[in-house]
C-alpha cells in the first residue's frame, strides 16, 4: 500500500439507506442524525496515526434490514439467519500499489442490519447511535484485515473499537 502514517487520508464514503423496517421514530431519527461520512473520515484518520493506510480510499455502508442482511448471510457465509454486521473486504493481503496509480483503494463493503442493531441496542440499554458506532468501527476493521477467531483477539478489536469511538468525542461508556 502507498501510506503515510499519521496524515490525513483522503477518503469516499457511500452510504445507502434501504432500510425498510419498523424501527422507532425516535431511533430513525437517531440514524438520519448520523454524519457517516464525518465517523468514519475520523476512524480512518485516527487508524492513520498507528498503522499503514492508504492514502486515498474509498468504502461503501449499506444500512438494510433483518430480511436482506439475512439474505446475504445466506448467500456469502452459507449460514441463513440474520446477523448484525457483515463486512466484504476489497482485498484479503497487503497490496502493493505502484507509484504512477493515482485511484482511491476501494476498501470494501459494510452492511448493518437496522433491526438487529435496535434489538442489540435495547440489550444493551444504550443508544441506538452507539450500537452502530460499534457495528461501524467492526466492520471498518475487518475491511483492514482485523478479524477475531478467539476470545483474545476479539477483546482487542473491541477496545481499539472502544478507541475509536472515543475519537469521535461524542460518546462516553459504561
Same mark, same amino acid.
Given at each position: 500500500?502507498?501510506?503515510?502514517v499519521?496524515?490525513?487520508?483522503n477518503s469516499e464514503?457511500?452510504?445507502?439507506?434501504?432500510?425498510?423496517?419498523?424501527?422507532s421514530?425516535?431511533?430513525?431519527?437517531?440514524?438520519?442524525s448520523?454524519?457517516? !461520512?464525518?465517523? +468514519?473520515?475520523?476512524?480512518?484518520?485516527f @487508524?492513520? %496515526?498507528t498503522?499503514d493506510l492508504?492514502?486515498d480510499?474509498? &468504502?461503501s455502508?449499506k444500512l438494510?434490514g433483518?430480511?436482506?442482511?439475512?439474505?446475504?448471510n445466506?448467500?456469502?457465509?452459507?449460514?441463513?439467519?440474520?446477523?448484525d !454486521?457483515?463486512? +466484504?473486504?476489497?482485498t484479503?493481503?497487503? @497490496?502493493? %500499489?505502484?507509484?504512477?496509480?493515482?485511484?482511491?483503494?476501494? &476498501?470494501?463493503d459494510?452492511?448493518?442490519?437496522?433491526?438487529?442493531a435496535g434489538?442489540?441496542?435495547?440489550?444493551?440499554?444504550h443508544?441506538?447511535?452507539?450500537?452502530?458506532?460499534?457495528l461501524?468501527t467492526?466492520?471498518l476493521?475487518? @475491511?483492514?484485515g482485523?478479524d477475531?477467531?478467539?476470545d483474545?483477539?476479539?477483546q482487542?478489536m473491541?477496545a481499539?473499537?472502544?478507541?475509536?469511538?472515543?475519537s469521535?468525542?461524542?460518546f462516553k461508556?459504561?
Amino acid at each position: 500500500m502507498n501510506v503515510a502514517v499519521g496524515q490525513s487520508i483522503n477518503s469516499e464514503i457511500y452510504v445507502e439507506n434501504d432500510y425498510m423496517g419498523n424501527l422507532s421514530p425516535e431511533d430513525l431519527n437517531q440514524v438520519k442524525s448520523i454524519d457517516w !461520512v464525518g465517523w +468514519f473520515q475520523n476512524w480512518l484518520n485516527f @487508524l492513520n %496515526l498507528t498503522i499503514d493506510l492508504p492514502q486515498d480510499c474509498e &468504502l461503501s455502508l449499506k444500512l438494510t434490514g433483518d430480511r436482506q442482511i439475512q439474505q446475504y448471510n445466506h448467500q456469502y457465509r452459507r449460514l441463513d439467519h440474520p446477523t448484525d !454486521v457483515l463486512a +466484504f473486504a476489497s482485498t484479503e493481503t497487503d @497490496l502493493i %500499489l505502484p507509484a504512477e496509480f493515482t485511484e482511491p483503494l476501494y &476498501l470494501g463493503d459494510i452492511i448493518i442490519s437496522l433491526d438487529t442493531a435496535g434489538r442489540q441496542a435495547k440489550e444493551q440499554k444504550h443508544p441506538v447511535k452507539v450500537e452502530l458506532a460499534w457495528l461501524s468501527t467492526h466492520g471498518l476493521l475487518h @475491511l483492514l484485515g482485523w478479524d477475531h477467531p478467539d476470545d483474545e483477539s476479539l477483546q482487542q478489536m473491541l477496545a481499539l473499537q472502544k478507541k475509536m469511538i472515543y475519537s469521535l468525542n461524542s460518546f462516553k461508556f459504561d
